[in-house]
């Protein structure tokens, strides 16, 4: 079972400094509103990811005023304890170490600490765009396959320059299709291997999926998922051929793995325009419980859970089922944030599952 056992911050977000130790596998984090909650489980995702889960700009995770921030997080699996330290200077380049190791690369890192974060805002996941769709995907792949983060940062920079290269061919008169030629080479190498990985994590996560929801939902048989991209039953350099001239006349590229996604139907309808709030929430949960799950089994480890205020944004009926899947059947961690911590310990003691309450103030 992997543990996250303590965390200190210097400098993050609003706390200027802190060390909270977890020792239960199930913690509560408990405070009122803009006390830092969120922040704190943050960090702890900051841990696995070197990113924060709700803010992409990195200097806005630095306290206001402060010079840089400072993570420390403990972790222990089995017998094994490591030691994770990331340093992030306002101005230079984020360091990461293990076991005071410093990492070459941030990317090494994603896939050693796995976890699953659920967050209020992601129900946008089914009510908002493809991105979001196709991050889910990229997110549970990285943790799985370290090369996948290799080829999809490749992509997006190879992606840049051909679009740019699109922008200027325009406004210079198309001469020369030499240096796009060369480009489309590149893109499709990088396009085709990760296309080949979504295809293969979906096609296993796809049945999972729908058994959580049915599981939930109970009877609703009608949903449907498929994973949309130009680049079935085709390859990526075929399908830059088949569509250059548009990208010629719209000056960026149209087609490949950037436009994927994943799409839900019910009954043939799009899902978000016909499926109910609870419905949607059901589909939410029956995801994470299914990136949960994968991630179980394809590493062998229980990844750390973090749920951000689910009991008040999004669901207590739904939650009960998910805990119940999670801290009895896997055992694994779970760190939830709530205001209200009577109605944690609530929950908690009708699943006869202990907690521990860290009150922030
Ligand atoms: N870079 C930063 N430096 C200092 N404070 C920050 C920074 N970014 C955000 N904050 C502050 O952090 C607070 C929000 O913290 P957080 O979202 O963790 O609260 P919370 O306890 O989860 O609240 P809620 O119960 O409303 O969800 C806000 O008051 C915000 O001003
Ligand atoms: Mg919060």
Known sequence: MLMIKKIILTGFKNHPSGSYSFEQ???????KNGIGKT???????????????FQSIDAQNIGFGEPGFRLEGHFERGDTREKLVC??????????????IPYEKL???IGRFCCVMIAPDDIDLINGTGELRR????VLICQ???S????????NKILQQRNSLLRNEHKNGVGDETLLDILDGQLARYGDRVFQKRLEIFNEIHPKILSHYMGIAAHENQIRIRYESKLHGTDMLQCLKSNRQKDLILQRTNSGIHRDDLIFEWNTQPFKNIASQGQKKSLLFSLKLAEYEM????????PILLLDDVFEKLDSERMTNLLEVVCKKHKGQVIITDTHPERLTGVMESLNIGIQLIKLQ
Do not use: M, W
């Open 25 to 31: 596998p199930v913690v509560g984090i408990c405070g």
């Open 39 to 53: 922040n704190l489980l943050d960090s702890v995702y900051y841990c696995c990811f070197t990113k924060s889960y």
């Open 87 to 100: 340093i992030n200077r306002a101005g230079s380049k984020k360091e990461l170490y293990l076991n005071d």
């Open 107 to 109: 990317s090494q890192h």
């Open 135 to 138: 991050k889910f995907l990229d």
């Open 144 to 146: 799985l396959d370290a």
């Open 148 to 155: 996948y983060l290799l080829d999809l940062n490749a992509y």
């Open 295 to 302: 991630l179980l089994e394809k590493t062998g480890q229980t």
